[in-house]
């Protein structure tokens, strides 16, 4: 899924963007990724597209246990699966293309941990979240476009795309909700890095509206870039002293 190198523009920033994607499934996430990333190589800036599990040789391998492996994953196991890549991914991929100033736009990071290990799976929401900050070495993105979407309506576009269902997407509604709530939950508590959109809106507005977002924050880091912005990096625990458990 990661390009093999970043697609570069006329632009590169003097630090790069951290941009994730995050929401059920079936609510578009992995459509406004890659259009976001497509708008961004327009306006000649270099980005990098990725995604996890599996946006390096090793998170492939690890993607197809987690998600098709044939037979049951204990969630404790599960949770560290993919913890592991998140830990290969970051250090091979997103920091060194951050480093370097590019815009790395990613489908799923570690919110996704803790809506579907943490809370779907019911453990301790809080453990998964430290375990992915340990495992990354406390990288947070800058933003986190969350897509919404009432889970019948994203189970009925699953349906309609007649595909297989991988691991996660055949669990019940029951798993679904608790993980569309856990996600709402997430956004309230980090306001400042999430900005939720309705993902059952059409598509080509929602691409707009997102990218309207992304250029005010573009604007804002492209004036301070390197120069005190708020740390990326953040201590393993919950953002703004909020306690997770309250997922």
Same mark, same amino acid.
């Given at each position: 899924?990661?390009?093999?190198?970043?697609?570069?523009? +006329? &632009?590169?920033?003097?630090?790069?963007?951290?941009?994730?994607?995050?929401?059920?499934?079936?609510?578009?996430?992995?459509?406004?990724?890659?259009?976001?990333? #497509?708008?961004?190589?327009?306006?000649?800036?270099?980005?990098? /597209? *990725?995604?996890?599990?599996?946006?390096?040789?090793?998170?492939?391998?690890?993607?197809? $246990?987690?998600?098709?492996?044939?037979?049951?994953?204990?969630? #404790?196991?599960?949770? =560290?699966?993919?913890?592991?890549?998140? &830990? /290969?991914?970051?250090?091979?991929?997103?920091?060194?293309?951050?480093?370097?100033? *590019?815009?790395?736009?990613?489908?799923?990071? =570690?919110?996704?941990? @803790?809506?579907?290990?943490?809370?779907?799976?019911?453990?301790?929401?809080?453990?998964?979240?430290?375990?992915?900050?340990?495992?990354?070495?406390?990288?947070?993105?800058? =933003? *986190?476009?969350? $897509?919404?979407?009432?889970?019948?309506?994203?189970?009925?576009? =699953?349906?309609?795309?007649?595909?297989?269902?991988?691991?996660?997407?055949?669990?019940?509604?029951?798993?679904?909700?608790?993980?569309?709530?856990?996600?709402?939950?997430?956004?309230?508590?980090?306001? +400042?890095?999430?900005?939720?959109?309705?993902?059952?809106?059409?598509?080509?507005?929602?691409?707009?509206?997102?990218?309207?977002? @992304?250029?005010?924050?573009?604007?804002? /880091? %492209?004036?301070?870039? %390197?120069?005190?912005? @708020?740390?990326?990096?953040?201590?393993?625990?919950?953002?703004?002293?909020?306690? *997770? #458990?309250?997922?």
């Amino acid at each position: 899924m990661t390009d093999a190198a970043p697609r570069a523009g +006329d &632009a590169i920033l003097e630090r790069g963007l951290f941009i994730t994607f995050e929401g059920g499934d079936g609510s578009g996430k992995s459509t406004q990724a890659s259009l976001l990333y #497509r708008y961004l190589i327009e306006q000649g800036l270099t980005a990098l /597209h *990725t995604r996890e599990p599996g946006g390096t040789d090793v998170g492939h391998e690890i993607r197809e $246990l987690v998600l098709h492996h044939r037979g049951d994953i204990v969630p #404790r196991a599960e949770a =560290l699966l993919y913890a592991a890549d998140r &830990a /290969h991914h970051v250090a091979t991929v997103v920091r060194p293309a951050l480093e370097a100033g *590019t815009i790395v736009v990613q489908d799923r990071y =570690l919110d996704s941990s @803790v809506a579907y290990q943490g809370v779907g799976r019911e453990l301790d929401a809080v453990e998964v979240r430290e375990l992915s900050l340990w495992a990354t070495q406390g990288l947070l993105p800058d =933003l *986190t476009v969350l $897509l919404d979407i009432d889970e019948a309506d994203a189970r009925a576009r =699953l349906d309609a795309a007649n595909k297989r269902f991988d691991r996660l997407e055949a669990q019940g509604a029951e798993f679904h909700a608790r993980v569309r709530t856990a996600f709402l939950a997430l956004a309230e508590v980090e306001k +400042d890095r999430f900005f939720v959109v309705n993902g059952a809106e059409p598509a080509e507005a929602l691409a707009t509206r997102i990218a309207e977002h @992304v250029d005010g924050l573009l604007a804002r /880091h %492209g004036g301070a870039a %390197g120069a005190g912005d @708020v740390p990326r990096d953040t201590a393993a625990a919950p953002a703004h002293g909020t306690d *997770t #458990r309250s997922l």
